[in-house]
């Protein structure tokens, strides 16, 4: 084991958000235009054993929660293949994949038999017609099946179902979500408007706020706030009678940036120390390049020391990075 990661404020890293591809077959209004976008060069992207090797290092610094994102982690050619090389490595202790759900039908098997211990599926709408207005993909139906096929599998579970909450838009959903997560096994999380959309859209008048939802809820059905754990992103509350239960990812309204303890690794290799950054370091060259690890950890240290304390996004002068969610992964 080697020492500890910890940035300049005093905070260890212990969990990384690895994006295998900035490709997606979905094209959600939030995070890309209905065109798309120019997608990476193949070589641009990191191999398979690149990705793992850079996750066993940080895996040997206590980085030990590992997530898969995108894009969509699932168009990634033989994703299952790198799921099962990164379960094999001895300090990983949580990996997780955080997908639209759209290929879970065909992949959940393969991705549960490879280690996979957690997933995120994101759905916006529970109603067919508004789904498509959200992703401009006509995919509900088949999204809900990939989800079935995955809660099959006892190992899969707890998954969790996350909305972008947008003013306007999710008010309308909440009697659905609701029902949803109290008639099935899922955590139904609501998470905050960010600004990290192609388009630079994004206001903060259509951020709807984590509180007002919990209100909205609470008052269909009464809820229960459960303890926060460190580091956790959700604040979670369960319903009173006990059926079910909803988080909320209030990122805008109440940062959680205080015991941050996350870091970023893109598809074409570049750590991010914030979802919000404007730096980046460069891992994909010098690994390339025939850096040992040691040279590699020297890297990331210098990085990682200098983590944002907060992302700003509420304080004058905020600049949105030039990377959409996509191309940085959630």
Not at 59 to 86: H, I, K, N
Not at 132 to 158: C, I, K, N, S, W
Request: glycine letters at 6%; a negative charge.
């Amino acid at each position: 084991m080697r020492e500890p990661l910890r940035d300049g404020h005093g905070r260890l890293i212990g969990d990384v958000r690895v994006s295998v591809t900035d490709r997606c077959n979905f094209r959600c209004q939030y995070c890309m235009p209905a065109e798309g976008l120019p997608w990476l060069d193949r070589d641009g992207i990191l191999r398979f054993e690149e990705v793992a090797r850079l996750v066993a290092l940080l895996a040997s610094m206590g980085v030990r929660d590992v997530r898969l994102t995108g894009g969509e982690p699932l168009v990634r050619r033989d994703f299952p293949r790198l799921v099962a090389m990164l379960a094999a490595i001895e300090d990983v202790e949580d990996l997780s994949i955080t997908t639209n759900g759209f290929l879970l039908e065909r992949d959940a098997a393969e991705l549960v038999a490879a280690g996979a211990d957690r997933f995120n599926v994101s759905i916006d709408s529970l109603q067919q017609d508004r789904f498509y207005e959200m992703t401009r993909r006509d995919a509900l139906p088949q999204v809900l099946r990939g989800l079935e096929a995955l809660a099959a599998f006892p190992q899969a579970h707890p998954i969790k179902v996350n909305a972008v909450a947008i003013r306007g838009f999710t008010e309308d959903e909440l009697p659905a979500f609701v029902a949803f997560a109290r008639e099935h096994p899922y955590e139904v999380r609501f998470i905050e408007f960010m600004p990290l959309d192609a388009d630079h859209a994004w206001r903060p008048e259509d951020v709807l706020r984590g509180e007002e939802i919990r209100a909205a809820i609470d008052a269909i059905h009464p809820l229960e706030p459960q303890p926060r754990e460190p580091h956790a992103t959700a604040r979670v509350h369960r319903f009173a009678d006990g059926r079910g239960q909803v988080g909320f990812v209030n990122p805008v309204s109440e940062p959680f940036c205080g015991d941050c303890n996350r870091i970023r690794l893109t598809a074409d290799g570049r750590l991010r120390t914030c979802l919000f950054s404007l730096n980046e370091t460069d891992l994909r060259g010098p690994l390339r390049a025939g850096a040992d690890d040691a040279e590699l950890e020297r890297i990331i240290r210098d990085a990682v020391w200098r983590k944002e304390l907060k992302h700003r996004v509420n304080e004058p002068g905020f600049v949105q990075p030039a990377r959409t969610m996509s191309a940085i992964g959630g």
